[in-house]
């Protein structure tokens, strides 16, 4: 079985094709075709309050794609989420039935409870020991999300309005930072220590550009003087000497600040990067509703 996942985030749009199998009562999701179209909705939403025509043409011309796409790949079932810049926006309804009517896409506008309980669908315990605590970090254009674990269970989680498009664009204010950063050394004391669990797309950027392995455990030491390396270039230079994308090499910057912030607030000198994400969890959440379904029909 494939099932589809649509991902319209701050920066980036996205989306996910995953086989599914089930085998002797194990169930194997692998990833098959992965999509990104860099629309930056955030621009517009956390700068201007709305999606312009502009960017709204953009997002429908994606949606009509991966409606294609979903049908030419026969897959299952789809759901498609939107996140930070969709929920800041004032005709968010607007372009939401929009896209409905020409592309065929229905969207859900997800708060950000929501977005971290997709992305906990991912079973990251299976990434976690048991003895040990871990802080799980999701860093996108628009927030980021934060939980910690301990003993294998979520103890706390929050989304703030903390990402990469609007920070690169002076949107977060000092004390809306200092909030941030005084809610990750209060909700930390007493789960030291601590290993993180990284994601998102400059996470995972940052991670493959160290070489590591996915589940590898990566030394913040090093990944400090990564992000130091990279922030010595310039833009131009990141994307010629470097190899990144035009729309990786500028947010690059201020996602390694806010991960670097949060590691050192929560007093973290080792990462994991399991390369997972808002896309795969809705996906391990299609094949559950997919499974539940079965069971009740041949009960």
């Not at 913040?220 to 990786?248: A, H, Q, W």
Request: hydrophobic share 40%; proline share 2%; net charge positive.
């Amino acid at each position: 079985m494939k099932f589809a996942a649509i991902d319209i985030g701050s920066n980036a749009v996205r989306l996910l094709f995953c086989n599914v199998q089930t085998h002797e009562g194990k169930t194997s999701i692998k990833k098959a075709e992965l999509i990104r179209v860099p629309i930056r909705l955030g621009e517009d939403s956390f700068l201007n309050k709305k999606i312009s025509v502009k960017k709204a043409d953009k997002l429908v011309s994606a949606m009509k794609a991966f409606k294609h796409l979903i049908d030419v790949y026969d897959a299952v079932d789809y759901r498609a989420c939107a996140t930070s810049a969709m929920r800041d926006a004032d005709n968010r309804y607007e372009v939401v039935e929009r896209v409905r009517k020409e592309a065929g896409i229905k969207i859900e506008i997800i708060d950000g409870k929501t977005e971290a309980d997709i992305i906990y669908s991912n079973h990251l315990e299976q990434h976690l020991d048991k003895d040990q605590n871990y802080l799980y970090i999701d860093i996108g254009g628009g927030s980021t999300e934060l939980t910690l674990f301990s003993k294998n269970k979520p103890v706390a989680s929050q989304s703030f309005n903390v990402g990469t498009i609007r920070m690169l664009h002076g949107q977060i204010d000092k004390e809306y930072w200092n909030y941030f950063k005084n809610w990750i050394k209060e909700i930390t004391v007493g789960y030291k220590p601590l290993i993180a669990i990284g994601s998102g797309g400059n996470i995972n950027k940052l991670s493959k550009m160290l070489r590591k392995k996915t589940g590898k455990p990566l030394a913040v030491s090093k990944l400090r003087s990564l992000c130091e390396m990279i922030e010595s270039y310039t833009y131009e230079e990141r994307i010629s000497f470097l190899g990144m994308n035009p729309d990786r090499a500028d947010v690059i910057i201020p996602a390694s600040k806010i991960l670097l912030t949060t590691l050192k607030k929560a007093e973290i000198d080792k990462i994991i990067v399991p390369e997972i994400g808002l896309s795969d969890g809705i996906v391990h959440q299609l094949y559950e509703k997919h499974a539940s379904k079965k069971v009740i029909v041949t009960a």
